[in-house]
């Protein structure tokens, strides 16, 4: 399993990769293999603030459909537009063309409690 060092990661299986005052965030490898075929990407929060923790959108896979938790406070930038014809690339490519969103975060402390890679090896028991 890819659980890439230089990201942190969240108690929801998402990574997020630091610039700056931007974050660019997806699902884990972990978390796309649990869901399984992904079909369906959905974020109807572009241009919005939301709070750490807030829904920002879902992902449908063949079996099931889980929402996606905010890991930072901020304002959603970007979305992903190339998952509205290609969702599969978040099974084939969960940490590079497979990305989500990326968020102007406004609060750096909020950094603080992010999972390390070593942390979320643990989480998982990988």
Do not use: C
């Not at 230089?6 to 929801?12: A, I, M, Q, R, V």
């Not at 998402?14 to 869901?35: M, N, P, R, S, Y």
């Amino acid at each position: 399993m890819n659980i890439p060092s230089e990201l942190k990661y969240t108690k929801d299986h998402e990574w997020i990769k630091i610039e700056g005052d931007v974050a660019t965030v997806g699902i884990t490898d972990f978390a796309q293999g649990e869901l399984g075929d992904i079909v369906y990407v959905e974020v109807e929060t572009l241009e919005e603030t939301l709070d750490r923790e807030e829904v920002f959108g879902t992902v449908e896979a063949v079996k099931t459909v889980s929402d996606l938790f905010q890991p930072l406070s901020g304002e959603i930038i970007a979305f992903n537009e190339a998952l509205e014809d290609e969702p599969e690339k978040v099974n084939t490519d969960p940490y590079g063309e497979g990305w989500m969103v990326k968020i102007k975060f406004n609060d750096s402390s909020e950094l603080d409690d992010l999972l390390s890679d070593a942390d979320y090896k643990e989480l998982i028991g990988a």
